[in-house]
């Protein structure tokens, strides 16, 4: 056998074995409605390098059926939902306010991926006169949910 041919059968063999420890499954993925998307932050992650390390948890976490519910804000960036120790089924879900009077008017959702506990939302924009809450929803049952902030 070649060198050229060896070195084939070796990538082809690297490259199987990297494709069989990738998940099969589809990974969760976000949903949204209203007019989210509609300001600026919405549709990126908080791990985002512009915001990273601006958040700070607002008011208490909530619990419902042993899972928390966490509403974390950043005054740079806006607001997200978070929570943990869930199981399969359950959304965190972060409802944003055009005007400030808690009428839900853009959302945002993120379930539960196979295999973890928790999960976290896309960023709100609850900046310049908007509020947003955080709800945790199982089975699309409200579960628990924050004031708005």
Known sequence: MSRRS???LLAAGGAAAVMALLPTSAQAAPHSGGNYGAYGNEGQY???SYCSGTFRQIGPTKYAEGMALKYF???KCGSFARIENSRPGCVAVLHRSNNGVGRVDGWVSESVDPGITYAY?????NLNGR??????????HDLTQTGWY
């Open 73 to 75: 804000y950043s005054d």
């Open 6 to 8: 060896l070195r084939t």
């Open 121 to 125: 939302t896309q960023m709100g924009n």
């Open 131 to 140: 509020v947003s809450r955080a709800v945790l929803s199982c089975e699309g």
């Open 46 to 48: 908080p791990t985002t």
